[in-house]
């Protein structure tokens, strides 16, 4: 009871977002049900204002909009919830990069889906477009983007937005908004970093889009505990395929999984799947950029590891993170012929389907029990 009734509080405050002056969200309460969570001392130094009215939210279990935060040119960050009949928790992230506009399109159209009335099995929070900013450039600069990157970057020297995330196993301070490398991390990050550190998803989706279109799939990160050691891959790699033979059922162009072969859920630039118990390496090379500005901890590696912070008294599971790779930047619309608009369209449809029906159905539903903080 008191498990449900705290999940519940917390969502509540997600969906009432509350501008501060340097532009960031921040949200907690000041309800004693809070009192003996183990990450309240962390919520208390991310709080800017207490005692929210969440009667009329906890009692109407609607679907819900509201607004994450602004950018730096004062776009709203749009952030969407629809309640599901369990108490499982999971987040659908879309433009994380600005140049992908057709992962953003596929966020919309879960977003239609859903709007549609039926509720899912998990509760989830949808961000269809992290970056507007960059989003905006990249729609302004046209199809030239998928060659030169236009958008991708907040701007010419910044910092890959994947690649902004805190140290593995760490959590994430908003007095000291730092990734694992040291550098500061982009508002829309540290808006996105805070939502996730307060909602505490079950699962995430991150949605992106990939020019080498053999590359598409739908991959999944190893989860581990705090210290990197693996907990066991074959229940998110199960997720992840059965969403990939979804699409490719249904026509869709999906090669990355090579589902004809050996299917896989293995990111093509990531290390291989540890056994349980072992320690599972990361990829924290990322792309090559100057400066090693595409280096750092991405959000797969961040949120499937599992934090225990002592310094911020802060502790959560592994989240299991699914990485859609949408094949091609562009949006449907964007195509010339009717026949590859028709074509993109259809994909669109059946990845954002894959999710609806798999991702945020009852499928392959996360245990704490078995996905510890820390190892024994």
Known sequence: ????????????????????????????????????????????????????????????????????????????????????????????????????????????????????????????????????????????????????????????????????????????????????NGRTIERENQLLLQLIQLYLPDRIVNLHAIKDLSKAGIYADPRTDCNGIAQGFSSDSALAVKMAQFVQLNGGLIPGNHLNAKPTALYFNDPYIAQAGELQKRNLEGSQLPNQRGQGASLGSWASTAVCDEELQHYRSAIRLITVEFPGYKKPVEYKTIAEQKKYNHLADIYAAAIVNYFLGEFFVENTAENPVVSK
């Open 1 to 180: 009871m008191f498990k449900t009734a705290f999940i519940i509080v917390v969502l509540c405050l997600v969906l009432q977002s509350l501008t501060a002056q340097d532009g960031l969200v921040a949200y907690t309460s000041s309800s004693s049900r809070l009192a003996k969570d183990s990450s309240l001392p962390l919520q208390k130094k991310m709080a800017i204002r207490e005692g929210l009215n969440l009667d009329i939210t906890l009692e109407s279990k609607k679907p819900s909009k509201s607004v994450l935060g602004y950018t730096k040119n004062n776009r709203p960050i749009e952030v969407f919830y629809f309640p599901g009949i369990s108490n499982k928790k999971a987040m659908v992230i879309g433009g994380m990069h600005g140049s992908e506009l057709s992962s953003v399109e596929v966020a919309h159209r879960i977003l239609k889906e859903l709007s549609k009335g039926g509720m899912p099995y998990y509760n989830v929070i949808i961000v269809p477009c992290l970056f507007p900013d960059n989003a905006a450039v990249a729609k302004q600069v046209g199809g030239i983007r998928v060659e030169n990157n236009s958008g991708r970057y907040s701007h010419d020297h910044a910092v890959d937005p994947n690649r902004q995330m805190p140290a593995l196993g760490k959590a994430f301070d908003s007095e000291e908004p730092v990734d694992a």
